[in-house]
């Protein structure tokens, strides 16, 4: 009885909004009362309405009404707390219009602290106990508390749905599959839940690669500006000085110059900066996308998890390239230099060279190297036809296809002496120099064959394609791939393919490898710094295997 009344006063003196004892309590015109800061901060949400109202009674009030401190409201709950009586832990509290509530609680329910899957019911910590004492109860699932637990119930036959359907993509109870389900791809939600887990995690990890890749794109183009701005500066300074000596004649030049640079700088600078932007931009998408993934994956219950999978697994296709290269540039030296050359000529040359001078400030263009293509017809653009060099083939490497394919045989090809010629390893070099921008495609058959790219390097006879740090090798087995540069191996992943696409970037010391099939699937990315051209290369593992670098459009 005594416990009884204590909760009678405790709902006396609660605030209905936080549901705890009242604290600096205040009384509204219509006779109820709450919390100072409560209805304060429930008004504060309504003044953008401009209409004010109690929030049990629903009475308004024009204008908002002015709150004091009630003293003898607050000298009886400061009382009541001196005999003992206090607030609701905060897992019984009373259950809210955004809370659960529990399902067995009779009159003013308490806030649910568990779901059950099985029974389908929501339960407070009182009511919730059977479930752990009960031996039949501690096998059914609970899960974090929720208002869906209806949308686990099948609508045509009132069951629990616990199978989905892949031929369907949806949740369906065991009666379904033996009517409109029935001779489709069933399996338990519980494994399908395990499958769609995994491609979860995989588009986390592509989201924090890409992430990773852009954060390091951000700081190449923040200091891509500071060396904009350095180089400016100082092609002002030069100038300026330079200038100084010719001050009666050039003196309004040298105004023209400092507006020009500063004017190219700004320019420049917006650009680079206007793309940084939209990189922050895309990594903050690409936060938020891993944060609703990560809370999808910890989500209990399976039908809500394959129910939210399809919106929230959807990943758009980046707007920007992988990485950001950028090569060196003179930015405004070139400045500095056509004004040191103007500074030693007489009056009437300097005004006809002039021009020059303008020109050159003009120019200054800060090239960041163009993205890597995103499809095969983007990388067409830039196919360059391959044709292989006899002179470097090994004798027992066949020539074909107006030398564009190899072929092992066993009997060795009456090759003359030459002394770039392989002559240990099966290897041959391509006649064509590659520099700029390139891509080709190797088609192969057999046994295994490495794709290789190469300078034209001295004492070759005995050299294998990637065990030296003057060629880059993708060496390609049955249904694996492995990289090798300076003796390093790296072991790759991705789909098998006998067409292997080969980009380069010469300038921007990039060289990609992909597998080729209907699609395009890199395989391994070289960032580095060529310091010679490059020759495509061969090589060959045993009779039989052929290679043929493919005539692309």
């Given at each position: 009885?005594?416990?009884?009344?204590?909760q009678?006063?405790?709902?006396?003196?609660?605030?209905?909004?936080?549901?705890?004892?009242?604290?600096?309590?205040?009384?509204?015109?219509?006779?109820?009362?709450y919390?100072?800061?409560?209805i304060?901060?429930?008004?504060?949400?309504?003044?953008?309405?401009?209409?004010?109202?109690?929030?049990?009674?629903?009475?308004?009030?024009t204008?908002?009404?002015?709150?004091e401190?009630?003293i003898?409201?607050?000298?009886?709950?400061?009382q009541l707390k001196?005999?003992?009586?206090?607030?609701a832990?905060?897992?019984?509290?009373?259950a809210?219009?955004?809370d659960?509530?529990?399902?067995?609680?009779?009159g003013?329910?308490l806030?649910?602290?568990?779901?059950?899957?099985?029974?389908?019911?929501s339960?407070?910590?009182?009511h919730?106990?059977?479930?752990?004492?009960?031996?039949?109860?501690?096998?059914?699932?609970?899960?974090?508390?929720?208002?869906?637990l209806?949308?686990?119930?099948?609508?045509?036959?009132?069951e629990?749905?616990?199978?989905?359907?892949?031929?369907?993509?949806?949740?369906?109870?065991?009666l379904?599959?033996?009517?409109?389900?029935?001779?489709?791809?069933?399996v338990?939600?519980?494994?399908?839940?395990?499958e769609?887990?995994?491609?979860?995690?995989?588009?986390?990890?592509?989201?924090?690669?890409?992430?990773?890749?852009?954060?390091?794109?951000?700081?190449?183009?923040?200091?891509?500006?500071?060396?904009?701005?350095?180089?400016?500066?100082?092609?002002?300074?030069?100038?300026?000085?330079?200038?100084t000596e010719l001050?009666?004649?050039?003196?309004?030049?040298?105004?023209?110059?400092?507006?020009?640079?500063?004017?190219?700088q700004?320019?420049?600078?917006?650009?680079?900066?206007?793309l940084?932007?939209?990189?922050?931009?895309?990594?903050a998408?690409?936060?938020?996308?891993?944060?609703?993934?990560e809370?999808?994956?910890?989500?209990?219950d399976?039908?809500?998890?394959?129910?939210?999978?399809?919106?929230?697994?959807?990943?758009?296709e980046?707007?920007h390239s992988?990485?950001?290269?950028?090569?060196?540039?003179?930015?405004?030296?070139?400045?500095?230099?056509?004004?040191?050359?103007?500074?030693?000529?007489?009056?009437?040359?300097?005004?006809?060279?002039w021009?020059?001078?303008?020109?050159?400030?003009?120019e200054?263009?800060v090239?960041?190297?163009?993205?890597?293509?995103k499809?095969?017809?983007?990388?067409l653009?830039?196919?360059?036809?391959?044709?292989l060099?006899?002179?470097?083939?090994h004798?027992k490497?066949?020539?074909?296809?107006?030398n564009?394919?190899?072929t092992?045989?066993?009997?060795?090809?009456?090759?003359s002496?030459?002394?770039?010629?392989?002559?240990?390893?099966?290897?041959?070099?391509s006649?064509?120099?590659?520099?700029?921008?390139?891509?080709?495609e190797?088609?192969?058959?057999?046994?295994g064959v490495?794709?290789a790219?190469?300078?034209n390097?001295?004492?070759r006879?005995?050299s294998?394609f990637?065990?030296?740090?003057?060629?880059?090798?993708?060496?390609?087995?049955a249904?694996?791939?492995?990289?090798?540069?300076?003796?390093?191996q790296?072991?790759?992943?991705?789909?098998?393919?006998?067409?292997?696409?080969?980009?380069?970037?010469?300038?921007?010391?990039?060289l990609?490898?992909?597998?080729?099939?209907?699609?395009?699937?890199?395989?391994?990315?070289?960032?580095?710094?060529?310091?010679?051209?490059?020759?495509?290369?061969?090589?060959?593992?045993?009779?039989?295997?052929?290679?043929?670098?493919?005539?692309?459009?």
């Open positions: 009885m005594a416990q009884r009344e204590n009678l006063n405790l709902e006396k003196f609660s605030c209905s909004i936080c549901l705890d004892l009242l604290k600096d309590p205040v009384a509204t015109s219509c006779g109820h009362s919390c100072m800061n409560c304060k901060g429930f008004w504060d949400e309504e003044d953008k309405k401009g209409i004010h109202s109690c929030p049990q009674c629903r009475k308004t009030f204008p908002r009404p002015v709150l401190k009630n003898l409201l607050a000298e009886l709950v400061e001196k005999t003992g009586l206090q607030a832990p905060a897992d019984h509290c009373y809210g219009p955004e659960v509530a529990c399902d067995v609680c009779s003013r329910k806030k649910a602290i568990k779901s059950c899957l099985s029974c389908l019911a339960y407070c910590e009182k919730l106990q059977p479930h752990y004492d009960a031996a039949p109860l501690k096998k059914h699932k609970l899960v974090a508390p929720s208002k869906k209806q949308e686990n119930i099948c609508s045509r036959h009132d629990v749905m616990k199978i989905f359907c892949r031929t369907d993509q949806q949740s369906i109870c065991y379904c599959t033996m009517d409109e389900h029935q001779g489709h791809e069933t338990p939600a519980a494994a399908e839940r395990t769609k887990q995994k491609e979860l995690e995989v588009r986390r990890l592509n989201i924090q690669q890409r992430i990773q890749d852009q954060e390091k794109d951000v700081k190449l183009l923040q200091q891509e500006v500071e060396a904009i701005n350095g180089s400016a500066d100082k092609a002002v300074e030069d100038s300026e000085k330079m200038v001050i009666r004649l050039i003196q309004k030049r040298s105004s023209d110059v400092k507006q020009q640079v500063r004017s190219q700004e320019t420049e600078v917006s650009r680079v900066k206007e940084q932007e939209k990189l922050e931009q895309e990594i998408e690409l936060k938020r996308k891993d944060a609703e993934l809370q999808l994956s910890h989500t209990e399976h039908s809500q998890f394959l129910h939210n999978y399809p919106s929230l697994s959807a990943l758009s980046s707007t992988s990485s950001i290269n950028i090569g060196p540039l003179r930015y405004f030296e070139d400045v500095t230099a056509a004004v040191s050359e103007t500074r030693d000529k007489l009056q009437d040359i300097l005004r006809e060279e021009t020059n001078i303008s020109l050159t400030v003009t200054v263009d090239l960041l190297s163009p993205s890597e293509p499809t095969r017809a983007g990388f653009k830039y196919s360059h036809e391959i044709t060099d006899s002179n470097t083939a004798r490497l066949l020539l074909s296809e107006g564009r394919k190899a092992f045989m066993k009997q060795q090809q009456s090759y002496y030459h002394p770039y010629r392989f002559t240990v390893n099966f290897q041959v070099l006649k064509e120099i590659l520099t700029g921008r390139c891509y080709w190797v088609e192969w058959r057999g046994g490495c794709v790219a190469a300078y390097y001295s004492s006879a005995g294998l990637g065990y030296n740090d003057k060629s880059w090798a993708l060496h390609c087995h249904n694996s791939y492995q990289f090798w540069h300076n003796n390093v790296t072991d790759l992943t991705g789909p098998w393919s006998y067409r292997v696409g080969v980009y380069l970037d010469h300038r921007a010391g990039i990609s490898f992909y597998s080729v099939s209907e699609t395009m699937t890199l395989l391994h990315r070289v960032q580095t710094t060529f310091t010679q051209p490059l020759y495509a290369g061969l090589w060959l593992w045993g009779d039989g295997v052929t290679a043929e670098f493919i005539k692309v459009r």
